[in-house]
């Protein structure tokens, strides 16, 4: 009977724990941070610790890094714009500093993010924490400059702790197939193997250089299907 009796109280505690949150969500107006700013650039550190920046150029995404820049994949920071032109602040759960670590906002345990847009504010930094929330696909986070703590949907961790090459563009040939006429691939130390297409009697064929011996142009299609 005691055993019941414990059961039922945690039971009832879970409920009006509950109870406060879905009240306090409810009560509160949820705001989008970027809904209706056109973001032009997005800093963060991948995976490895890379500082990476996304930015726009020319209506054309690009990617830079320490080393170098390169061209972005549009599909992939085209998605990663519109989760945080998305990204939505459900609910405050605290303003108190010793709380950070907590909810992983602090400076030194956060996914730092530094967002540039082209209305204001300018330029916006948030802090992602550890995910939580009724289903756990809710996020907490901070936004730079205010101490609140809240708990926000939209986006993930994983959205940027990923390698910086996942958000370039890693198309290396991108005429069309149909009009290449020569292929030269080198591979291992000094081997290479050279493909050329030739017409004769109204008829293509690829041949293998310097044999002439005929290729297969399924074989020939597909080394170069997975450059594209």
């Not at 289903?135 to 926000?152: D, F, M």
């Not at 005429?175 to 080198?186: G, L, P």
Request: aromatic fraction near 10%.
């Amino acid at each position: 009977m005691k055993r019941y009796l414990v059961s039922l109280i945690v039971i009832l505690l879970l409920v009006v724990i509950l109870a406060v949150r879905v009240i306090k969500r409810s009560t509160f107006v949820s705001k989008f941070l970027f809904r209706g700013r056109e973001i032009l650039e997005i800093e963060f550190e991948d995976v490895n610790k890379k500082n990476v920046v996304i930015k726009k150029q020319a209506e054309q995404w690009v990617i830079s890094t320490k080393v170098d820049t390169y061209p972005g994949n549009k599909l992939v920071c085209d998605e990663l714009v519109s989760k945080l032109q998305g990204l939505e602040l459900l609910e405050p759960i605290t303003n108190k500093v010793e709380s950070y670590k907590e909810y992983n906002v602090s400076d030194d345990t956060a996914i730092r993010i530094k967002i540039t847009t082209k209305q204001r504010p300018y330029k916006q930094e948030i802090f992602l924490g550890k995910t939580g929330g009724f289903t756990y696909n809710e996020i907490y986070l901070r936004v730079g400059g205010k101490p609140e703590v809240y708990l926000a949907r939209g986006v993930t961790p994983y959205d940027f702790k990923r390698h910086f090459y996942d958000f370039c563009d890693k198309v290396v040939l991108k005429s069309d197939i149909e009009h290449c006429n020569y292929v030269e691939v080198k591979f291992e130390k000094n081997k290479v193997l050279r493909l050329n297409k030739t017409l004769k009697d109204n008829t293509t064929s690829w041949v293998k250089l310097p044999s002439n011996e005929k290729i297969e142009p399924d074989k020939v299609n597909s080394i170069l299907e997975s450059f594209r």
